[in-house]
């Protein structure tokens, strides 16, 4: 089981960037998915979910508007398409599987493993 | 939005020393609670989830406890493997998935 991001690179302030997460030795279609940052020196933010059929997506509240997630179950990757990027941006992005204790139809706890290795995306003013 | 803060922020510990750290949600997240290892330039490792459910292949020297609004991680004796940060993190209310600020584990 491994996630594998790419993309990140150096943008200025306003621009854009898309990141991709592949994933491979697990079902992809069946998880929900998640990206989660960590700017340089800091704490984990969590950044945005997609559900497995991407019916249900959350956002940050930092990035809620400027970001996009997505995904193609087809080509086992997830995506971030970042916009009007921010110098506070600046972090490395890691893609994490999403995963549940299911019982019938009902899930209850959840939590992120495994996590890729990330990629970092610098914005520059 | 749930805030969880972690205590300390940083300690010093010896190897064979017995570590808290203690994680603190400002309302209740019943047992929605995971633990991560985090060493420097690596992406975080899951270690407990469900509050105290181990993580296959993690030491047994880890654990978890707690419910409600208070939560423990608790390393029985400590490794030279174990120098790291630690964050804990709840999803019973989301989004957000909110993340402890780290608590960073070294050498005394």
């Known amino acids: 089981e491994e996630l594998v991001e790419s993309g990140g690179g150096w943008v200025q302030s306003g621009g854009s960037l898309r990141l991709s997460c592949a994933a491979s030795g697990f079902t992809f279609s069946i998880y929900s998915m998640n990206w989660v940052r960590q700017a340089p020196g800091k704490g984990l933010e969590w950044v945005s979910y997609i559900s497995s059929s991407s019916s249900i997506i959350f956002y940050a509240d930092s990035v809620k508007g400027r970001f996009t997630i997505s995904r193609d179950n087809a080509k086992n990757s997830l995506y971030l398409q970042m916009n009007s990027l921010r110098v506070e941006d600046t972090a490395v992005y890691y893609c994490?599987?999403?995963?549940?204790?299911?019982?019938?139809?009902?899930?209850?706890?959840?939590?992120?493993?495994?996590w890729g290795q990330g990629t970092l995306v610098t914005v520059s003013s | 939005d749930i805030q969880m803060t972690q205590s300390p922020s940083s300690l010093s510990a010896s190897v064979g020393d017995r570590v808290t750290i203690t994680c603190r949600a400002s309302q209740s997240v019943s047992n929605y609670l995971n633990w991560y290892q985090q060493k420097p330039g690596k992406a975080p490792k899951l270690l407990i989830y469900?509050?105290?459910t181990l993580q296959s292949g993690v030491p047994s020297r880890f654990s978890g406890s707690g419910s409600g609004t208070d939560f423990t991680l608790t390393i029985s004796s400590l490794q030279p493997d174990d120098f790291a940060t630690y964050y804990c993190?709840?999803?019973?209310?989301?989004?957000?998935?909110?993340f402890g600020q780290g608590t960073k584990v070294d050498i005394k």
């Open positions: 994490a599987r999403d995963v549940s204790r299911c019982s019938s139809s009902t899930c209850y706890e959840n939590w992120f493993d495994p």
């Open positions: 993190q709840q999803t019973y209310s989301s989004p957000p998935r909110t």
């Open positions: 469900a509050a105290s």
